[in-house]
């Protein structure tokens, strides 16, 4: 446990909430962490919850970071497909971004988290050589393409080929970003590419998703694409 200095009672009840509420995703997510033992998986994200409320509130990245690589390579010796650890982290930061829609430090965290837990992943693939694709993480995968798919027919539906969001809705500093994260970069890398601070790449993808009234970042770099505003770099 970590050492705290008396906590208030309210952000108490918010860790217990949101360990509770990421348990029930977790288990219902996927058969993998259904095999996971309750007690075992309820510490763990009690632990979670607990030092990523501490890094929002300002304490230090460390013990996030050491429990995320701890955690994912932990998950993965006792079995469970990298994709069904990926498929619940995406549960949770979904939970987490429902929380702290309004603060930007909380998001930045979960991108470091998120680059934390694939990193992970990619490294723990070789401690298990997977037989089989979960179904139910294929399933999530085809349904999540699905709805883009379906979002994109909207746009080309509603505004015609080269039509829509007209070019001067996006600066040519959002339309960069949203080039590289067609082309998969991270916000990081995108800073690094660009010269420019992560923060103010945040500040570029919120203004570009506000424009084009997206749900979030994928949601922007889609309608972006189909608008043309975007043209994602060629596969090497």
């Not at 650890?85 to 603060?103: I, S, T």
Request: some cysteine; proline content about 7%; overall charge neutral.
């Amino acid at each position: 446990m970590l050492d705290r200095q008396a906590p208030e009672p309210g952000r108490n009840r918010r860790i217990g909430a949101a360990t509770s509420a990421m348990a029930r995703l977790a288990r219902r997510r996927n058969a993998g962490y259904r095999r996971v033992d309750p007690d075992d998986l309820r510490r763990s994200l009690a632990t979670f919850s607990t030092v990523f409320f501490d890094a929002v509130d300002g304490g230090p990245l460390e013990p996030l970071d050491r429990y995320l690589t701890d955690t994912v390579a932990r998950r993965l010796r006792q079995g469970l497909h990298p994709l069904e650890v990926f498929g619940v982290w995406q549960d949770l930061r979904w939970l987490l971004e429902l929380n702290f829609a309004e603060q930007p430090t909380a998001i930045h965290l979960l991108d470091h988290a998120e680059q934390m837990v694939i990193t992970q992943l990619r490294d723990g693939v070789p401690l298990r050589s997977p037989d089989s694709w979960p179904s139910q993480e294929l399933s999530a995968l085809r349904r999540s393409i699905e709805r883009l798919n379906v979002s994109l027919e909207l746009v080309e539906q509603q505004a015609g080929p080269g039509t829509g969001v007209p070019p001067a809705a996006l600066t040519p500093r959002e339309r960069e970003v949203l080039t590289h994260a067609a082309a998969g970069l991270t916000v990081e890398q995108t800073a690094e590419a660009m010269v420019v601070s992560s923060a103010t790449v945040r500040t570029y993808i919120t203004r570009a998703v506000e424009k084009l009234g997206a749900a979030n970042r994928v949601h922007a770099v889609a309608l972006a694409v189909a608008c043309g505003l975007v043209v994602p770099p060629a596969a090497s």
